[in-house]
């Protein structure tokens, strides 16, 4: 054991741990929910933590040989190295303090061993490893820089989404089907058409994911306590923000307000929405796409789901649609995230938001789960969609629905009359109209031409002239 203190007194801690009294104590506070602070920040603060270490050390605030061990214990983080070591709860008082110390401490008890060979030395966790920084500008910009991070690999998963939904599209262009409004029997459509307005959906997602990483670029390094940048020379603020960007490899800037950046939380809200959006569309479509597969007897059964497992412990052959059930749940999860995150960034008082952990949490989270979801969604779902074809026609042709099309050629009065007589008897459509000698089999194999009831115009219009 070894001996630390701090301004509540002296600690012991193990031999083995890298962190410090600093993080013991969080330990001690915050044993609340359980999940670790999500590794990507932790090596976007680590990252910030080498600009620093190495921007210090180049404008002879600190030793360099200091400097390079502190940037060297910093790689080392970054690489995925020490990962037990980061031990705080994710949700903790004091708008990240702890995680900020956590990595501190590391970092420290790190470039002191290559320093000296020893845990303590000669670097020291605030002196040293923090020096010219706060915790409310060191998490804001690693939360920033992290979520640009995420964001990238959910975009490339929703690329691929949409590109495998436009290949149904086109598998199933010729596939006619009742279309569905309010849960009842509507126009006739293309299954083709249904993909395709879900293609649509995931592009707009990426597209608003796409344009929100801009917001994120901003960050307040430099800016301190408040955002007035008070410690930090105004040369370190100018040059930790290059450095960063290069480090980062993203168009990270300093902000023009840095007092706004580190009291104002509103850019996470505008992400998480945008997270939430995809969320729901995500949603709507496992739920259609269960609809749709349901069954497959005794519901709509117009399309089959790869089977992926077995869905019953006591009904033998049951398959479930377990996809786009968890797709469902991951979706109900991001929404949930984005009311917290919501709560979170309107709470903040006055100069700092003190919540910004649970905003990290949540919006991180979010972004990793909803790249997960897509990923899953895609390769094990809507990659082995099936239509069952006659099934899709028979629906068709046993509902009313094609009658619309009959209007602008026997009047709606007539219509209606067909359709009431076809359900009354359990007739078919094209049966009736046929009976009642309303038009002939040539007029009606014009109107009713799957091509012509599922685009623009009027069904059989030549027939009108």
Not at 222 to 246: E, H, M, Q, S, W
Not at 407 to 419: F, L, M, N, S
Not at 439 to 452: C, F, G, K, M, R
């Amino acid at each position: 054991m070894r001996l630390e203190k701090d301004l509540l007194g002296t600690r012991e801690l193990p031999d083995a741990a890298y962190y410090g009294v600093h993080t013991l104590r969080a330990l001690e506070n915050f044993p609340l929910s359980g999940y670790l602070v999500h590794p990507r920040l932790i090596e976007a603060i680590a990252l910030v933590k080498k600009a620093a270490a190495t921007v210090n050390g180049e404008l002879g605030h600190l030793p360099w040989d200091m400097a390079q061990a502190i940037s060297q214990a910093a790689d080392e983080v970054i690489e995925g190295k020490w990962r037990e070591q980061f031990v705080v709860d994710a949700l903790q008082g004091g708008a990240g303090t702890s995680t900020n110390m956590n990595v501190n401490e590391v970092l420290a008890s790190r470039a002191n061993e290559l320093l000296t060979g020893a845990k303590l030395g000669p670097v020291h966790p605030l002196d040293h490893v923090n020096l010219h920084q706060s915790t409310n500008d060191v998490y804001p910009t690693a939360l920033r820089m992290a979520a640009i991070w995420l964001l990238q690999p959910l975009s490339e998963a929703c690329a691929v989404l949409q590109d495998t939904l436009q290949q149904k599209e086109a598998e199933f262009a010729g596939v006619i089907k009742v279309g569905r409004t309010e849960m009842q029997d509507a126009l006739p459509v293309m299954l083709g058409q249904e993909f395709s307005a879900y293609a649509q959906a995931i592009a707009r997602d990426r597209w608003r994911l796409y344009k929100v990483e801009e917001r994120l670029r901003q960050t307040n390094l430099g800016g301190t306590a408040v955002g007035t940048g008070l410690n930090a020379p105004k040369k370190y603020i100018f040059a930790v923000n290059d450095r960063l960007r290069l480090y980062a490899n993203i168009g990270l800037a300093r902000a023009e307000n840095m007092i706004d950046v580190t009291q104002n939380a509103d850019v996470f809200v505008e992400v998480s929405g945008l997270l939430k959006a995809l969320a729901v569309n995500l949603s709507k479509i496992a739920h259609d796409l269960r609809l749709l597969s349901s069954g497959p007897q005794g519901g709509f059964g117009e399309i089959a789901l790869p089977e992926r497992q077995a869905g019953s412990s006591i009904m033998p052959g049951k398959v479930n649609p377990v996809i786009p059930e968890a797709v469902n749940q991951l979706a109900f999860h991001v929404m949930a995230s984005d009311l917290a995150i919501a709560l979170a960034a309107q709470s903040g008082q006055l100069e700092l938001n003190a919540f910004l952990p649970l905003i990290a949490h949540h919006l991180l989270g979010s972004l990793e789960i909803l790249t997960n979801g897509a990923k899953i969604f895609s390769e094990f779902c809507i990659k082995g969609i099936t239509a069952r074809r006659e099934r899709c026609r028979e629906l068709l042709d046993n509902s009313l629905v094609t009658v619309t099309a009959l209007v602008p050629h026997i009047g709606y009065d007539q219509a209606t009359a067909v359709a009431r007589l076809a359900l009354a008897e359990g007739r078919q459509v094209r049966e009736v109209v046929l009976d009642m000698a309303l038009l002939t089999a040539d007029q009606l194999a014009v109107i009713l031409d799957p091509q012509a009831l599922t685009r623009p115009g009027i069904a059989g219009e030549k027939l009108l002239k």
